[in-house]
């Protein structure tokens, strides 16, 4: 496997074969682009913040363009890499903006998801802060990412690249942290996990990765083979606030119920429950209403409090598997 690190936004690319193919493409005068180009130069990642129609209009066709340019320069190298090792797989780990989220194309000024059409591996740099909000933020951008490559038929498969530790910081993701990270990625349909950077894990999180990986031998046909069906169970009384989480380079996410997540799955005639207590203190409790009958027959790291409600405790994850009757 041969992979490389990535990560263009809508700053590259302004050389003067660029140029002159983009305003042939987009019929746009070199007045109207110098204007835009001095603005960029001076605004940077800020420009998609502008209202001006005369900015705000080629920014938008700049981006289709910047993309499109950076998925051709990827596709090169992987053409070349057959050549040379037609039995290598190539992977690519890059910026976090996907095109089923416009806000996080238009901030970056590039759609990093293009990518992943000339690749065997994406790995989207999922990186966000330390607490229970940006572990469901993870999970909104990873199961969005599934999304927005299943929709283009893209057959790469989706690794997150996941967070451990800031460059230059002290401070380590919380070993619970990286559990509900790794298992929050799967249950949002990542077909596997890299961790960034392995060499600040100690040896407590070694441990935790020990013990999430049982849970993922027990668990993962669900994540990998079954079917999200989160519609057939519906959640009652949950923790109902927001939280507001600045991403970069500069935009805002709304994440609803920061304290926990939830995601069931269909597989071979059996539900799997995954319920994520993303608070630091406190048994969360869960109740559902499923939608069809169901026979519990095992739950993991969760304690009964009556039919179809389950406690989980503070940072910990609940499994809980029925059979569908």
């Known amino acids: 496997m041969a992979v490389i690190d990535y990560e263009p936004t809508g700053l590259d690319g ?83 903006s996907y095109g089923a989220n416009p806000e996080s194309v238009a901030a970056l000024g590039n759609d990093n998801s293009l990518l992943a059409d000339d690749v065997d591996i994406i790995m989207p740099q999922l990186y966000f802060g330390y607490d229970g909000a940006n572990v469901k933020l993870l999970m909104r951008y990873t199961q969005g990412w599934r999304e927005t490559l299943a929709a283009r038929k ?58 999430t990986m049982k849970e993922i031998a027990a668990y993962e046909s669900f994540y990998q083979q079954g079917r999200r069906v989160d519609d057939l169970f519906k959640l009652q009384d949950m923790p109902a606030h927001q939280a507001v989480q600045n991403v970069w380079p500069d935009y805002k996410e709304i994440i609803e119920g920061p304290d926990w997540a939830f995601t069931a799955h269909e597989w071979q005639g059996n539900y799997l429950l995954t319920l994520f207590n993303l608070g630091e203190r406190g048994d969360l409790d869960f109740t559902v209403t499923p939608s069809q009958k169901a026979t519990l027959l095992k739950l993991d790291d969760a304690t009964a409090k009556g039919d179809f409600k389950w406690a989980v405790k503070a940072g910990h994850i609940g499994f809980i598997l029925l059979s569908k009757q």
Do not use: M
């Open 154 to 211: 893209t057959k790469a498969r989706l690794w997150p690249l996941l967070l451990i530790r800031y460059p230059g910081l002290s401070q380590d993701q919380p070993p619970l942290r990286v559990r509900q990270q790794i298992l929050g990625a799967l249950a949002s349909g990542a077909q596997g996990i890299v961790i960034y950077a392995p060499h600040n894990l100690e040896a407590d999180h070694w441990i935790a990765i020990a013990d």
């Open 14 to 96: 302004f050389c003067d074969k660029a140029i002159n193919r983009f305003k042939e493409e987009y019929k746009v005068n070199a007045d109207k682009f110098d204007i835009f180009r001095r603005y960029f130069s001076a605004q940077k990642l800020q420009t998609y913040h502008s209202k001006d129609p005369a900015i705000s209009d080629i920014y938008g066709q700049w981006k289709q363009f910047n993309s499109q340019q950076t998925s051709a320069y990827i596709q090169q190298i992987r053409e070349e890499l057959r050549k040379k090792a037609p039995g290598v797989r190539f992977g690519v780990t890059t910026g976090r």
